[in-house]
């Protein structure tokens, strides 16, 4: 089982459609939760940044954690076609010199006008 | 502006060459990670440094090489050992001890 497992799409959805993005990890360790958006051609940049369980909300952009269920999601409200991209699941663990992040291999997103 | 630099954007290289992928930050981040990226893989990372003149392997390391000299700087050598070079190369750094990463915007490099 990879430590991270995330659906790489791809997912087309119409403008204003609100987007589901999740990924799922093994190692209960894991207590920093990233999504990352590339777009193409381009470096990753970050998105939203949470720790331990829980919602974060950043305008459009809401993250969250179940660390019960070792599971994460953004969800993407009024998508945008400027929403287009990868959309990278990464975490890590806490403590230590250990801030390696493992990344989710990406979900390809298109958003239709 | 802070941020990470690499260079070139666009890379071709003749089979049995070694070549060299710049990386340069001015964020004054401790740890900078090299990263490979291909269709349907992901990133797998290669290399990573969290101090100057130490570097530890990734999970992909065979066929390259890096330095760490300065602080700014974490060039990765591409050597003819690598068997299949065409990749997507991305640079990131961080403030040691935190996860948080900063990418830079890649290398596409072409083996021809």
């Known amino acids: 089982q990879k430590e991270v497992e995330q659906d790489p799409g791809p997912l087309s959805v119409p403008e204003g459609a609100i987007v589901s993005l999740n990924c799922t990890y093994s190692?209960?360790?894991?207590?920093?939760f990233m999504w990352y958006r590339q777009y193409s051609r381009k470096g990753p940049e970050l998105l939203m940044y949470?720790?331990?369980?829980g919602n974060k909300e950043d305008g459009r952009f809401t993250a969250q954690v179940d660390k019960s269920s070792k599971y994460i999601s953004l969800f993407i409200r009024d998508s945008q076609p400027s929403d287009s991209a990868t959309y990278l699941c990464?975490?890590?663990?806490?403590?230590?010199?250990?801030?390696?992040?493992?990344f989710g291999k990406g979900t390809l997103l298109t958003v239709n006008p | 502006d802070g941020g990470i630099t690499q260079s070139p954007k666009y890379l071709f290289r003749k089979e049995g060459q070694n070549v060299t992928l710049s990386c340069e930050q001015n964020?004054?981040?401790?740890?900078m990670y090299w990263y490979r990226q291909d269709p349907g893989q992901g990133l797998r990372l290669i290399y990573y440094?969290?101090?100057?003149?130490?570097?530890q392997k990734g999970d992909i390391a065979e066929g390259y090489s890096v330095s760490r000299e300065k602080k700014e700087s974490f060039p990765l050598t591409v050597t003819s050992a690598q068997k299949n070079p065409t990749a997507f190369y991305l640079c990131?750094?961080?403030?040691?001890?935190?996860?948080?990463?900063?990418f830079g915007s890649g290398t596409r490099l072409t083996v021809v």
């Open positions: 990131a750094s961080s403030i040691g001890g935190n996860s948080v990463y900063t």
């Open positions: 190692n209960s360790a894991f207590q920093y």
């Open positions: 949470t720790y331990s369980s």
């Open positions: 990464a975490m890590s663990y806490s403590g230590g010199s250990n801030y390696k992040l493992t």
């Open positions: 964020l004054n981040h401790d740890a």
């Open positions: 440094s969290q101090i100057v003149n130490d570097f």
